[in-house]
Nanobody, 123 residues
Framework: VQLQASGGGLVQAGGSLRLSCAASGRTFSSYGMGWFRQAPGKEREFVAG????????YYADSVKGRFTISRDNAKNTVFLQMNSLKPEDTAVYYCAARPGCYYGSSAGMYDYWGQGTLVTVSS
């Protein structure tokens, strides 16, 4: 599986962005998907995960109620809608895929990673 993340950019605090992650391959619908982020000088952290069918999602406490993960298996794409953005959301955002239906909150659980897209939130 190859992943291509896009949609990052510069936004003011309180604004919104929608990230997309396009996946290659025919088996996208059988992968659990996740979004992670890494801020300068910090470790990569889990943001959100979604099961293969899209019926179950999970969020880090820091983004709960502001971010929404979703997927379109017909288009091999997973999304991250980010609202009410804060300066502390500034990071490179990565999408990741793992075989099997379940998402995971640990980076080590994922086999495939996109190249990352930079999100910068100004105060």
């Amino acid at each position: 599986v190859q992943l291509q993340a896009s949609g990052g950019g510069l936004v003011q605090a309180g604004g919104s962005l929608r990230l997309s992650c396009a996946a290659s391959g025919r088996t996208f619908s059988s992968y659990g998907m996740g979004w992670f982020r890494q801020a300068p000088g910090k470790e990569r952290e889990f943001v959100a995960g979604i099961r293969c069918g899209g019926t179950s999602t999970y969020y880090a406490d820091s983004v709960k109620g502001r971010f929404t993960i979703s997927r379109d298996n017909a288009k091999n794409t997973v999304f991250l809608q980010m609202n009410s953005l804060k300066p502390e959301d500034t990071a490179v955002y990565y999408c990741a895929a793992r075989p099997g239906c379940y998402y995971g909150s640990s980076a080590g659980m994922y086999d495939y990673w996109g190249q990352g897209t930079l999100v910068t939130v100004s105060s």
